[in-house]
């Protein structure tokens, strides 16, 4: 099940700049929530907080606190590798593993993690790729055909498997349908809706449209700090901030 | 990209105002057709009607194409709406002048006779309600469209003191039936457009507000 993220007076830096400034927010669990905004405004680098990412940059600093269901995640003695694990993401562009089979690119993080039981295994990848909608597609050639033959579209996908695998409880979608095609974007939606059942989903999209499809929430950030945050029905017909206005009519940005 | 859009919204609007301009000439020489029993006036109304059907059909298409190849949000999409509503009452505007001198046409071929109803009254308050209405959309001020909606209160008054008269009449001077019947209908007709004034006037406060007063009273619709 998904977990709600409660984000109190998160700061994030990318050496002496301060890229977010004292941001709030709290995503309700089993929800998908959008974050917009124009280029540079600072959403891809906050959700890159909610899983201990943003760190992985060379002179970066993060202050605050970013709670995951009852787990402090920046508290001292909270390992990077468990929050990952509980907090999973897929980029913009897909990435799987390019030498792996399929089977491997879903298997991949629980090999890692030391998971070795064939069996279960097996069962995990179906149960991944399934939920990813890929099983169909994909089913009898899982283990001959590489995760780089697939289209765009499948490969995105692919990584959604991938980041289910591990079971997650939130699900971080940076920009994930940008890359592909009408049809596969509709896909990859319609997993959104699906998976929030079962997974909290953050999402950011530079799609307007996309976060009124598939969003329950919205949050607007712009120059590093989240201007609004609402309903996304009260976003997109009558928003109470005018820079959120002026955004989302394009009047601006 | 977005400043074409701009200006189609710009577009929109004029359109819309041209459309409001018909609609309330239509109404202004109809009450100004019962006022001197003018055949000739009455036929304008009934030929004027072509072209605000026309203008309504302009508008409806470029709405449909706004809303289809630009998504608009927000402000945007609340005006889009708010122009295809009023543009459906403006049109219905229209065809309350044509039943109105439909009806006065009636009366020049019967009697004058001297009936104790204000029509040019009734007639100036409606129209005064369709241009308060227009004027609240023009400048996008809710507070303008607000008289609007506290003035549809004296239009109902005045049209029922017109049926209770002639009721009146037609009791006591049976002769004057069919007179006293076609001024009760004018005066129902005119009525009717102060309830589109007043429909415009709650798209108008819908748009530039983003509340919906609809089947809200009196202050309760002004306090929002």
């Known amino acids: 099940m998904g977990v709600g993220i409660e984000v109190r007076n998160l700061k994030a830096w990318y050496g002496s700049s301060e890229a977010l400034h004292s941001v709030n927010m709290s995503i309700a669990a089993n929800q998908a929530t959008a974050l917009i905004g124009p280029s540079g405004c600072g959403k891809s680098t906050f959700v890159r907080c909610l899983n201990r990412m943003h760190e992985t940059i060379p002179g970066t600093k993060v202050d605050g606190t970013v709670m995951i269901g009852q787990t402090d995640i920046y508290a001292n003695g909270t390992p990077a590798v468990e929050v990952r694990r509980r907090v999973g993401m897929v980029f913009q562009k897909p990435n799987p593993f390019p030498t792996m089979s399929i089977y491997d690119n879903v298997a991949a993080g629980l090999k890692l993690n030391g998971f070795r039981n064939r069996h279960r295994l097996d069962e995990i990848v179906e149960k991944s790729l399934k939920q990813a909608a890929l099983w169909e597609e994909v089913k009898d050639s899982l283990k001959k055909k590489s995760g780089a033959s697939l289209s765009g579209g499948q490969q995105q996908r692919l990584c959604i498997a991938r980041a289910l695998a591990v079971e997650p409880e939130v699900l971080l979608m940076d920009e994930p349908a940008s890359a592909l095609d009408p049809i596969s974007t509709g896909k990859i939606e319609e997993l959104i809706d699906e998976l929030k059942v079962n997974y909290t989903i953050v999402i950011v999209t530079h799609n307007m449209q996309q976060a009124a499809r598939v969003a329950g929430f919205t949050g607007f950030f712009l120059l590093g700090t989240m201007v609004e945050f609402d309903k996304t029905e009260k976003i997109f017909t009558n928003p109470s901030d005018k820079r959120t206005e002026d955004y989302i009519t394009g009047r601006f940005g | ?224």
């Open chain 2, 1 to 224: 990209m977005r400043t074409r859009f701009h200006q189609s919204l710009d577009d929109l609007k004029e359109k819309l105002l041209r459309m409001g301009g018909l609609a309330e000439q239509a109404v202004d020489r109809a009450i100004e057709a019962y006022r001197l029993r003018d055949a000739a006036l009455c036929q304008q109304v009934l030929e004027g009607e072509r072209a605000i059907n026309t203008m309504e059909r302009e508008i409806d298409e470029l709405a449909l194409d706004l809303l289809a190849m630009q998504q608009p949000m927000a402000v945007d999409l609340r005006f889009i709406i708010a122009i295809v509503k009023i543009n459906a009452d403006l049109e219905r505007v229209g065809d309350q002048a044509v039943n109105v001198v439909q009806r006065v046409m009636e009366l020049v071929k019967l009697q004058e006779a001297e009936l104790s109803a204000d029509i040019p009254r009734v007639g100036t308050v409606a129209s005064n309600m369709v241009r308060t209405a227009l004027e609240s959309f023009i400048y996008a001020r809710a507070d303008v469209a607000e008289q609007v909606l506290k003035t549809d209160s004296q239009l109902d008054q005045l049209n029922a003191e017109v049926y209770h008269a002639m009721l009146k009449t037609m009791h006591e001077n049976p002769s004057l039936t069919s007179q006293a019947l076609n001024t009760l209908l004018i005066s129902r007709n005119l009525e009717r457009v102060g309830d589109h004034a007043t429909n415009i006037a709650e798209d108008v406060i819908f748009w530039v507000r983003g509340a919906d007063v609809r089947h809200l009273f009196g202050s309760q619709a002004a306090n929002r």
